[in-house]
């Protein structure tokens, strides 16, 4: 699997747009990009994830620059329950395993 | 929204004892995985579980640890003789087919050995 590279941590306002990059340079053609978090020593939550083109649930958004060797994870209105480590996990589809690094420790500030 | 749960949430066990953690996955899942964290460190892999067997093991599943569902609903990692180091949070994850992307993680079970 491709290595991940993330910002260690980031504070963002209550209320505004938390916007998490994560840089896969390494990213191969039959690569996805996985999204997950873990509030505080809780299970790791699985968010969002996608190939090449954007994508959006109701929890946020996924933007995948054009290259694929990069990606920004959008939260569209943080809320003190975002508060957690999100991981950014490139990784085949299918059944294997999710490798976690060290994530972006987000904070959101009231 | 269907979830995955462990039992016991918390467990406390002296050296060298016998611990059993348990998992319940989502009914329709087919994969099974166990994680450790240890406190302060990363989100590990121990073993994924398919079809009634090991599909992948870590290094750090030896053979102290094994896994086991006994019935169509649980999912249990055993570690035989329980070490200080073993301390950590479990986690269980179940998903339902190769083609269904997504892990479900359940809350843990966080295992202290004295």
């Known amino acids: 699997d491709a290595k991940t590279t993330q910002p260690p941590s980031m504070d963002c306002a209550e209320g505004r747009a938390a916007n998490l990059p994560c840089n896969h340079s390494?990213?191969?053609?039959?690569?996805?990009v996985y999204w997950y978090r873990q509030i505080h020593s809780q299970g790791p939550q699985y968010i969002i994830h996608g190939l090449k083109n954007n994508e959006t649930n109701e929890m946020a958004s996924l933007i995948i620059t054009e290259d694929r060797k990069s990606s920004t994870l959008i939260l569209p209105h943080a809320t003190l329950r975002d508060t957690a480590v999100y991981y950014c996990?490139?990784?085949?589809?299918?059944?294997?395993?999710?490798?976690f690094g060290t994530g972006t420790k987000l904070q959101v500030i009231p | 929204e269907p979830e995955v749960t462990q039992t016991p949430s918390h467990q406390v066990t002296q050296m060298g004892q016998e611990v059993i953690l348990r998992c319940v996955p989502i009914s329709n899942h087919l994969y099974f995985y166990w994680y450790r964290q240890i406190l302060g460190q990363k989100v590990e892999f121990l073993v994924s579980?398919?079809?009634?067997?090991?599909?992948?093991k870590s290094e750090i599943f030896d053979d102290q640890f094994s896994v086991e569902r006994p019935d169509g609903s649980n999912f249990t990692l055993k570690i035989r003789s329980t070490k200080l180091e073993d301390s950590a949070m479990y986690f269980c994850?179940?998903?339902?087919?190769?083609?269904?992307?997504?892990?479900?993680f359940g809350p843990g079970t966080r295992l202290l050995v004295l």
């Open positions: 390494t990213i191969s053609g039959n690569e996805y």
């Open positions: 579980f398919y079809n009634n067997e090991i599909s992948e």
């Open positions: 996990i490139v990784k085949t589809g299918g059944y294997q395993k999710v490798t």
């Open positions: 994850a179940s998903r339902t087919d190769p083609l269904g992307e997504t892990q479900y």
